[in-house]
Nanobody
Framework: QVQLVESGGGLVQSGGSLKLSCAVS????????MGWYRQAPGKERELVAF?????NYADSVKGRFTISRDVAKSTVYLQMNSLKPEDTAVYYC?????????????WGRGTQVTVPS
């Protein structure tokens, strides 16, 4: 059984920063492809960033967010800078797969990030 526990969210003013953490346990390793996703109210979940041999970012966060991982701690991070109101969402981590929206069934509870307008 895989457990994904996200933390580090909160309320931050526009232009501020947060660092999210995702502790992973169970039958997966953060050495494999891992992603951060988010779901804003009334919207579909979207991929924010993933890390495999390199890193990739959604255009909306490129240059502001940085994904990283600590294999020894089995933890994936998302450093978020220059936050905007449109970044408000619940953030989740999970494996990264190209067909993630249909293949990933096990999700953590996520961590709420709120950037007031």
């Amino acid at each position: 059984q895989v457990q994904l526990v996200e933390s580090g969210g909160g309320l931050v003013q526009s232009g501020g920063s947060l660092k999210l953490s995702c502790a992973v346990s169970g039958s997966i390793s953060v050495f494999g492809p891992m992603g951060w996703y988010r779901q804003a109210p009334g919207k579909e979940r979207e991929l924010v960033a993933f890390i495999a041999s390199g890193t990739n970012y959604a255009d909306s966060v490129k240059g502001r967010f940085t994904i990283s991982r600590d294999v020894a701690k089995s933890t994936v991070y998302l450093q978020m800078n220059s936050l905007k109101p449109e970044d408000t969402a619940v953030y989740y981590c999970n494996l990264y797969r190209t067909n993630w929206s249909t293949s990933l069934k096990n999700w953590g509870r996520g961590t709420q990030v709120t950037v007031p307008s």
